[in-house]
């Protein structure tokens, strides 16, 4: 009896000496980076904060507080360096070994399995290599009929949303039409999101980001074991199944329809095929000299639906909620759209070549993803012990790119709150200083597909609409975004209590959002 007792008291203490132990090397090695001191077990988890937006603050607090420069924290066990040093970054970047995902990226398994975002190593490799083509320019210029078409619906959508000068949620209209493209273009599979309003699946993509957010800063939810006790274990299971039949289902009507001989997944070659979609890529691949199994498909499907439209809503959406805000940028690019489809020309789709014409959107956009980018963080996990820079980044450590950080470096930047796309023609940063869709062999896989999505979508409504703010009031008159992230927290104490209820708070679920939406009104144009 006392023996157990004892062995019960003696517990927490042995579990304290274990972590420190085990994370000592670490620690050591670690301490040359400047960050907030640490506790045992928890690290610095009890200083993250509980939500989303907490964290995100936070991040930008701690960033300010060491230098503008890499720094390091620790959630229990798992310690994480953020960095935003140029030459750090181009070393991490540019590396064709250290490309293993962090261990954060562990949490999205349950959903997106072992697909190109996550994998590393051989398998990795030969996917990224099968998969290459499918995004190819000339199956791109494909794509962009479909894109056009699904931007006409969501204009005509948009009509009745915005009818009597209502106050709308943008972000939340752009899930559906995202959702639509990425499954008629790359899946070759209808869904119609925007007419079925399917909200259970998008409800679902957005549940899920949030879960997986919250337990990356919960030492004890981070680990699967301990999650299953958690309180919220029920719903995170639920839905998983959504996505999961979701995605199956998908893959399902594809199969279906080449067995219905509806497509062929042999028109042509790799680079001809006209209309082939990615999924019949995968379906007609080979790896090692066989089909790709069921689980592969699964992996790549859920990896491409998550990252083919969770991104490009959160692009779509912080553009044009810009566009609302800063009335005299939308002029400038009303005029490149008359200057470029001509005066009569403005309600017809705008071929490939007219928007590789629209120079002033490609630095509007440019600059709306440097202040909102869609993917805010990514992250690398160091399965050897590496030296950047003369500094030993020891084995096990997670790296935090953290690309929005980037965008309000002051020394890139000048004035980084003040919205001037003009800034990346004046002064190009350099190739590691702005990397919205990363760099090196991991890099964006999508990027020309989302920048084409983006823009063909966003040309349509400047040319059908003059985006307004929630409430005229709301129009910058000086060129500074509403947003107080990025300031120094002196500032930012200064201008949180002025915000509106209708300026965005941000949040890094995987993608970056407004948790409060992105509210604005369209006035159409005749
Ligand atoms: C505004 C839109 C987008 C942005 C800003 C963006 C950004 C990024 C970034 C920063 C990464 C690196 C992630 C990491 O290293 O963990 C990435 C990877 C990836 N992106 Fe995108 N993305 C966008 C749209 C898309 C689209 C439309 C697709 C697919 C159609 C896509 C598919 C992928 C895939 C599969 C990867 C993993 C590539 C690999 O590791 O080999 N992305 N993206």
Redesign the pocket.
Known sequence: MWIVLYVLLALPVLLVVYLELTTFRRRRALNKFRGPSRLPIVGNAHQAGKSPTVILDQVFSWWHQYGNDNFCFWIGSYSNVIVTNRKYLEFILSSQTL?S?SDI?DLTHPWLGL?????TGSK?HK??KM?TPA?HFNILQDFHEVMNDNSTKFIKHLKTVAAGDSIFDFQDQAHYFTLDV?CD??MGVSVNAMENRSSSIVQAFKDICYMINMRAFNPFKRNDLLFRLAPEYPAYCKTLKTLQDFTNDIIGKRIKAHKDGTVSASQGDEFSRKKMA?LDTLLSSTIDGRPLTTEELYEEVS??MF???D??T??VAFAVYLLSRHQDEQLKLFEEQRQVMGDSGLSRDATFQEISQMKYLDLFIKEA?RVY???PF???FTEKDYVIEGDLVPKGTTLN?A?ILLGYNERVFKDPHKFRPERFEEQKPGPFEY????AG???????K???L??KTVVSKIIRHFQVLPALDELESKDGYISSTLGYRPEERKKRDPLRHKYDPILSAVL?LKAENGLFIRLKERH
């Open positions: 490309i995902k990226y697909g190109l975002l996550t994998s990795w996917h990224r998969i995004f990425i273009t790359a990615f990896t491409f990252e083919g439209h991104t490009t959160s692009g993803q980018p869609s993917v990514i992250g690398r790119l690309i990397v919205p869709f990363s062999p991991r890099n964006c896989i999508g990027q597909f989302a920048l999505e983006i993608t």
